[in-house]
């Protein structure tokens, strides 16, 4: 199995996505059809890792917009998001490839991962490189720069992690 941990914020909305009633869970429509492309190159399912997974307001959203996942990563609160990866991961034995698709670095360094933008979401030219790191084409994530990373791990660890 190929799974996709996917965030939402940062990558199926970002600062462009019309939103004029400021609602706190939407999905533009642009980067949810880039993700699903995605599906379709690579067969890959989704895992939640977003903090909408643990707000019944965010998974309510996330269906009603259509965002195909088969499951979310535990809920582990003052832990960073990548200890709830690699907890899911190790329930899960049958993955094959995965990826980890997410516009912040809460000390997901150790894993591949492709890192839009919040101005941008998800874009074409990640959709590529991640189909061909799913499909074993390549083994090139496409992460920001290392400074921008450890900025960002550092607000996790002040602000706390959001798991």
């Given at each position: 199995?190929k799974?996709?941990?996917?965030?939402?914020d940062?990558?199926l909305?970002?600062?462009?996505?019309?939103?004029?009633?400021?609602f706190p869970?939407?999905?533009?429509?642009?980067?949810?059809?880039?993700?699903?492309h995605?599906?379709?190159l690579?067969?890959?399912?989704?895992?939640l890792s977003?903090?909408?997974?643990?707000?019944?307001a965010?998974?309510f959203?996330?269906n009603?917009?259509?965002?195909?996942?088969?499951d979310?990563?535990p809920?582990?609160p003052g832990?960073?998001?990548c200890?709830?990866?690699?907890?899911?991961?190790?329930r899960h034995?049958?993955?094959e490839r995965?990826?980890?698709v997410?516009?912040?670095?809460d000390?997901?360094?150790?894993?591949?991962l492709?890192?839009?933008?919040?101005?941008?979401g998800?874009t074409?030219?990640?959709?590529?490189a991640?189909?061909?790191?799913?499909?074993?084409?390549?083994?090139?994530?496409m992460?920001?720069?290392k400074?921008?990373?450890?900025?960002?791990n550092?607000s996790?660890?002040?602000?706390?992690?959001?798991?």
């Amino acid at each position: 199995m190929k799974v996709i941990f996917l965030d939402i914020d940062g990558v199926l909305n970002s600062k462009q996505t019309p939103n004029p009633r400021k609602f706190p869970f939407i999905v533009d429509d642009a980067l949810l059809k880039r993700l699903k492309h995605l599906l379709q190159l690579t067969g890959a399912q989704v895992v939640l890792s977003s903090n909408w997974r643990y707000d019944p307001a965010g998974i309510f959203s996330a269906n009603h917009y259509g965002v195909p996942f088969i499951d979310t990563t535990p809920d582990l609160p003052g832990e960073p998001r990548c200890k709830a990866i690699l907890d899911w991961l190790s329930r899960h034995k049958d993955v094959e490839r995965f990826i980890v698709v997410d516009d912040e670095n809460d000390e997901l360094d150790g894993l591949p991962l492709f890192q839009p933008r919040r101005r941008t979401g998800l874009t074409d030219k990640m959709v590529a490189a991640a189909a061909d790191y799913l499909n074993g084409k390549s083994n090139r994530d496409m992460r920001r720069s290392k400074l921008i990373r450890v900025f960002q791990n550092l607000s996790s660890f002040i602000t706390g992690h959001k798991g």
